[in-house]
């Protein structure tokens, strides 16, 4: 059984910072593009960052600047280090995973770490 884990959200004032990370645990070969994702109250749930296996990455524009997705392929393990944050990036943050194992070949989620920023 292949699990996505997040952990590190919390409550943080506006302008602090914030690590999150996201660890996969059970049977597969491989983990491909991996990614974070939020969802704010109300509203769909958006892009943060993707990462490749090749350390390739990309950024949704709000957060440009600010977030550093990064992962350790050795430990399965991805992070997003989160600084200058805003009120605006408060949300429930998902990981998100391609991971191919023998038989299969399919995207896995977390369930969520809430980040609330406060102002």
């Known amino acids: 059984q292949v699990q996505l884990v997040e952990s590190g959200g919390g409550l943080v004032q506006a302008g602090g910072s914030l690590r999150l990370s996201c660890a996969a645990s059970g049977r597969f070969f491989k983990i491909n593009d991996m990614g974070w994702y939020r969802q704010a109250p109300g509203k769909q749930r958006e892009l943060v960052a993707r990462i490749s296996s090749g350390g390739s990455t990309n950024y949704a524009d709000s957060v440009k600047g600010r977030f550093t997705i990064s992962r350790d392929n050795a430990k399965n393990t991805m992070y997003l280090q989160m600084n200058s944050l805003k009120p605006e990036d408060t949300a429930v943050y998902y990981c998100?995973?391609?991971?191919?194992?023998?038989?299969?070949?399919?995207?896995?989620w977390g369930l969520g770490t809430q980040v609330t920023v406060s102002s």
């Open positions: 998100n995973a391609r991971i191919v194992g023998a038989i299969f070949e399919r995207d896995y």
